[in-house]
C-alpha cells in the first residue's frame, strides 16, 4: 500500500493556519465596524454638543433681556414715585386715564380754568410731567391762521403722545395734513383746507 504524501503535521499547520488568517480577517472587520461605529457615535456627540451650545447661547441671550427688563422696570417702578415738586414721565396708561377722567378735584379757580388748564393742573398734583402744544394750522382758502391746543406726554412706553383736552381724543399731528385727519378714529368732518402749518411745544 502506498504511503500518503500528505504529512499530518503539515496539515495541522495548514488548517491552523486558515484558522489564524479567518480570525484575523474576522478581527479586522470586527475592528473596521467599531471604528464606523465609533466614528457616528462621535459625529452624534458632536451636533449634539453644538445644539447644546446653542441652547446655552440663546438662554444667555433671554437672560440678558430679562434682566434688562427687570432693570427698565426698576426704573419705571423709582420713575412712578414722583411728585409735583419731583416731576415724571408717565406710562401710556396713566396719561390716558388723566385725559379721561373728568372727576378732577374741585379747584378754587375751577371756573376760569379751561379744560386743558385743569389737565395741566392735575398732571403737576399728580408728578406727571406733560406739555403745553400748540398746533398751528393755515386756512388755504383765506390763509388766515389760527390754532388747535393740546396736552401732550414723553409716555415710558409709547414715546411722544397727544391729546384734545377737551375731547380726549388721541391727535397724531403731521405738518402738511389736516388736522381733522390726524385725530384718531377720524371723529370730525374732513376740513382738507386746514392744514398743521407748526407744531409747538413748551415744557
Request: glycine content about 6%.
Amino acid at each position: 500500500m502506498k504511503k500518503s504524501s500528505f504529512d499530518p503535521v503539515c496539515i495541522s499547520l495548514m488548517i491552523l493556519s486558515v484558522l489564524i488568517l479567518s480570525t484575523s480577517v474576522l478581527y479586522h472587520g470586527h475592528l473596521r465596524g467599531l471604528e464606523s461605529k465609533t466614528r457616528e457615535e462621535k459625529k452624534l456627540l458632536e451636533e449634539e454638543l453644538q445644539g447644546l451650545e446653542e441652547t446655552r447661547s440663546s438662554l444667555s441671550e433671554k437672560l440678558e433681556n430679562i434682566m434688562l427688563a427687570a432693570h427698565k422696570l426698576e426704573t419705571e417702578r423709582e420713575n412712578l414715585a414722583g411728585d409735583e415738586y419731583h416731576l415724571r414721565d408717565p406710562l401710556f396708561s396713566e396719561a390716558q386715564e388723566l385725559v379721561m377722567d373728568q372727576a378732577f378735584e374741585p379747584l378754587e379757580n375751577i371756573f376760569v380754568l379751561s379744560p386743558l388748564g385743569q389737565l395741566l393742573y392735575q398732571a403737576k398734583k399728580r408728578g406727571i410731567r406733560c406739555s403745553y402744544v400748540a398746533i398751528v394750522v393755515e386756512n388755504l382758502r383765506s390763509g388766515e391762521r389760527g390754532q388747535y391746543e393740546l396736552i401732550g406726554f414723553n409716555t415710558l412706553d409709547r414715546g411722544m403722545v397727544y391729546f384734545e383736552p377737551n375731547t380726549g381724543y388721541r391727535v397724531f399731528p403731521e405738518i402738511g395734513k389736516p388736522y381733522t385727519d390726524c385725530v384718531e378714529g377720524m371723529p370730525y368732518y374732513s376740513s382738507p383746507e386746514l392744514l398743521i402749518k407748526k407744531v409747538v411745544t413748551a415744557w
